[in-house]
């Protein structure tokens, strides 16, 4: 088993690390992703543990990370920085190449449906193009420049 270094947090409150020991960080990435059913397994989130934190006394949350909600066959995917000011930004991940005009048109129930998040089509994805992007967040701390970002203005 390799060094921890990111934390993963399913629903909202439990947490721990991720794991490679019994498959591969994008293996276990996209299998956690295609188990969400949007009821029992309606959220998750990825953060780079802090250096030299020692996760046997705490498991630290992040002002930085990458969460999804939804199930398996339609997730949104949010993307959460804190500038150098200190000032958060939360994003809605969108495929490349469409400008959606207009209110969002998608409903994505979450926690049972007790709650729903409303985004435009192309922010709808697959646990597996999900997959993809997290991965590329373990890899790099971001997301690839060929998604869209459209910021969130959360009071």
Do not use: K
Not at 70 to 98: C, K, M
């Amino acid at each position: 088993m390799t060094p921890i270094t990111h934390l993963r947090e399913v629903n909202g409150f439990s947490r721990g690390p991720l794991l490679d020991s019994f498959e591969p960080y994008p293996d276990q990435i996209r299998y956690s992703l295609n188990q969400m059913d949007g009821t029992s397994f309606w959220a998750y989130s990825l953060w780079r543990a802090p250096e030299g934190a020692d996760l046997l006394e705490d498991i630290p949350f992040s002002e930085d990370y990458i969460q999804c909600a939804g199930s398996a066959s339609a997730l949104t995917v949010e993307l959460r920085v804190v500038d150098a000011d200190g000032v958060a930004h939360q994003y809605v991940i969108g495929t490349p190449g469409t400008t959606p005009t207009g209110e969002p048109s998608e409903t994505i129930p979450w926690d049972d449906g007790r709650r729903s998040t409303r985004v435009y089509p192309n922010e709808v994805f697959t646990a597996d193009e999900a997959a993809d992007i997290f991965y590329a967040y373990f890899l790099t701390n971001t997301i690839p420049d060929t998604y869209q970002r459209r910021e969130l203005h959360l009071g």
